[in-house]
C-alpha cells in the first residue's frame, strides 16, 4: 500500500489515562474560502457513522487524497464508494496533502463516500526501507519487560493518530486502521516486538473512544494476528477489523493464509489489486483496489475455542515403498557413476519405478538404465537431463506433485512428502506423516532460504520452489 500524509501540524497528544480534547483545526482549506470551525456534534457522529460504517462494497486507496473534482467524478461513474485515506503516521511517503482538511472529510461524507482513515507510524525493526526520513522511527526489537518499550511507542503513536483524527473532524466510533508493512515473519524479535506494538496501539486506540482496524499484508502482518488469535488467546489485544492485502486478483475477503472464523462476520476488507491506472469520468487516478465486508458493529475477534487438553495424535502408519525398499534418509547424497551410495540409489530407483519411470532391477546400482529412467524424469520436470543425480533433484523428487495446502496437524502422505524434501533440502526433520511444530520449523527456515514468504504454511510458492528444487 503507497503512503499517505498530511499537512497537519502534529497536535499535542493526551497523556495516558487523559480525556482525548478535539482541538479545533487550524488548517486552510483549500475547497473553501473561509476558516473552518470544528464539527457540529451531528456533524461529527454523521462523519464516524461512515468512517466506514456498515458497508458491503468497493473501495479504493490512493496517495495523495484525491481533489474535490476527482471525487465527485468518481462517485458518479466509478464503482467505487469507499476511500482510504492517509491522515497520520510520521512514515507516510505522502507527507504533503495539499487537498486534504476538516472540510474535504465533510464534503465527501455529504456526497456519499466512506472513509478508511489509515495512520503509518513506525515499522517493524528488520523492515530495510524504513525509516524513511530522519525525524522518523522503527519499532524497538527489544524484548526487555516483554518488549516494553515496543509497547509504550504503540500508546503513543495511537494518542498521535486519534488526535490527527479529530482534528480532521473524525471523532470517536470511527475506525483508525494502522498500516504495519510486509516484514520477515520468521525474525522472533522482529514479529514479537511488531506484536506487542500492535497490541498496546488497539489497546488505546480503543480506549480513546475509536474502532481498531489493522492493515497489513496475508503473510505476515494479518497472520501474526491470525496466529496469536488461534495459538496465543488472551495475551495480545486484538483489531475489530483486519485489512488484508493479498494481490490475487479476487474481490473478496478470503485468503489460505489465515483461518476463515477470524474477524467474521463484519470484520474483514481485502486489498485484492496492487497500484494500478483506473479512469472514470474522465479522471485517472492510479489505485489501490479493495473488497469491503464490514458491520457497523463488528463484533471483537472471538479467540479460537480452547479444547480441553487431547491425547497426542495418533501415529500416522508408516508408508510402503517397493516391498519395504528404504526411501527415508538423515541426508540425500549426490549420485554419479562409480560414485553413489547403494542405498541412496535403491531409493531412487525405487521413486523412479513409482512413478513408472524406471522399469529395471531394484539393485541398488547406478547404472546407466538408472541413469536413462532419472534423465527421463528431470526433463518431465524442466531440467536439463545430466548423468549425475544432484540434491535439487532429490529435492523435487521427493516433494512430489500434490500440492496440498499443509498446516500444523495436517496428516498423511503429502506431510511425509514435504518433510523428504525440507530434509533433502537440508532442513533435517523427522519424516512422521505428522505437520507439527518440528516440521513448520523447518519449513519457516526452508522459506527463508529460498525467499518466499515465511508463512509456516506449504502455500503456492513455497511448493513451486520445492518442485525447482530449490535449497
Not at 480534547?21 to 451531528?42: E, G, H, Y
Request: glycine share 8%; aromatic share 8%; net charge positive.
Amino acid at each position: 500500500m503507497r503512503r499517505r500524509t498530511s499537512l497537519l501540524a502534529s497536535l499535542a497528544v493526551a497523556l495516558a489515562g487523559t480525556v482525548l480534547a478535539i482541538p479545533s483545526p487550524a488548517v486552510s482549506d483549500p475547497a473553501s474560502s473561509s476558516t473552518p470551525s470544528a464539527p457540529s456534534a451531528r456533524q461529527a457522529a454523521r462523519i464516524a457513522a461512515a468512517t466506514p460504517g456498515d458497508f458491503t462494497g468497493h473501495g479504493f486507496d490512493q496517495c495523495v487524497a484525491p481533489t474535490q473534482a476527482a471525487m465527485d467524478a468518481w462517485i458518479k461513474h466509478s464503482p467505487f464508494r469507499a476511500v482510504g485515506i492517509y491522515i497520520s503516521g510520521d512514515s507516510r511517503a505522502c507527507r504533503t496533502q495539499p487537498n486534504l482538511s476538516p472540510t474535504w472529510v465533510a464534503t465527501q461524507v455529504s456526497r456519499g463516500w466512506r472513509l478508511l482513515p489509515i495512520a503509518l507510524g513506525p515499522q517493524a525493526s528488520c523492515l530495510d526501507r524504513f525509516p524513511r526520513y530522519d525525524d522518523d522511527f522503527k519499532i524497538d526489537p527489544r524484548s526487555a519487560g516483554n518488549y516494553a518499550a515496543a509497547r509504550a511507542q504503540g500508546v503513543v503513536e495511537a494518542d498521535k493518530n486519534a488526535a490527527d483524527a479529530a482534528a480532521l473532524g473524525i471523532g470517536a466510533g470511527a475506525t483508525l486502521w494502522y498500516d504495519l508493512e510486509a516484514f520477515d515473519l520468521g525474525n522472533t524479535s522482529c514479529r514479537e516486538s511488531a506484536l506487542a506494538f500492535t497490541s498496546a496501539w488497539v489497546t488505546r486506540i480503543k480506549q480513546l473512544g475509536y474502532v481498531a482496524g489493522f492493515y497489513s499484508s496475508a503473510s505476515s502482518g494479518i497472520k501474526m494476528l491470525d496466529d496469536a488469535r488461534r495459538f496465543r488467546p488472551g495475551q495480545f489485544a486484538l483489531p475489530d477489523r483486519i485489512w488484508i492485502a493479498r494481490w490475487d486478483g479476487i474481490a473478496n475477503t478470503s485468503t489460505s493464509y489465515i483461518k476463515e472464523d477470524g474477524w467474521r462476520p463484519g470484520g474483514r476488507m481485502k486489498q485484492y489489486r496492487g497500484g494500478h491506472n483506473e479512469t472514470w469520468g474522465g479522471v485517472t487516478i492510479n489505485i489501490d483496489s479493495n473488497w469491503l465486508e464490514l458491520s457497523g458493529t463488528p463484533a471483537p475477534p472471538a479467540p479460537a475455542p480452547a479444547p480441553a487438553p487431547a491425547p497426542a495424535p495418533a501415529a500416522v502408519a508408516p508408508e510402503s515403498h517397493c516391498g519395504g525398499t528404504r526411501v527415508d534418509f538423515p541426508a540425500y547424497y549426490t549420485l554419479k557413476p562409480r560414485a553413489a551410495s547403494r542405498t541412496r540409489t535403491l531409493a531412487l530407483q525405487c521413486l523412479l519405478k513409482e512413478k513408472k519411470r524406471y522399469v529395471g532391477k531394484l539393485d541398488g546400482v547406478y547404472d546407466r538404465a538408472t541413469r536413462r529412467a532419472a534423465g527421463a524424469w528431470m526433463k518431465s520436470r524442466g531440467f536439463t537431463p545430466t548423468r549425475t543425480w544432484r540434491r535439487k533433484h532429490w529435492v523435487a523428487l521427493l516433494a512430489g506433485q500434490d500440492r496440498s495446502v499443509l498446516e500444523v496437524g495436517s496428516t498423511g502422505r503429502v506431510v511425509f512428502r514435504l518433510q523428504r524434501a525440507l530434509t533433502a533440502a537440508r532442513q533435517k526433520v523427522a519424516v512422521t506423516g505428522t505437520f507439527d511444530e518440528a516440521t513448520r520449523t523447518a519449513l519457516l527456515a526452508y522459506q527463508a532460504r529460498v525467499k518466499a514468504a515465511p508463512t509456516g504454511t506449504t502455500d503456492a510458492r513455497t511448493w513451486r520452489k520445492l518442485a525447482k528444487g530449490r535449497f
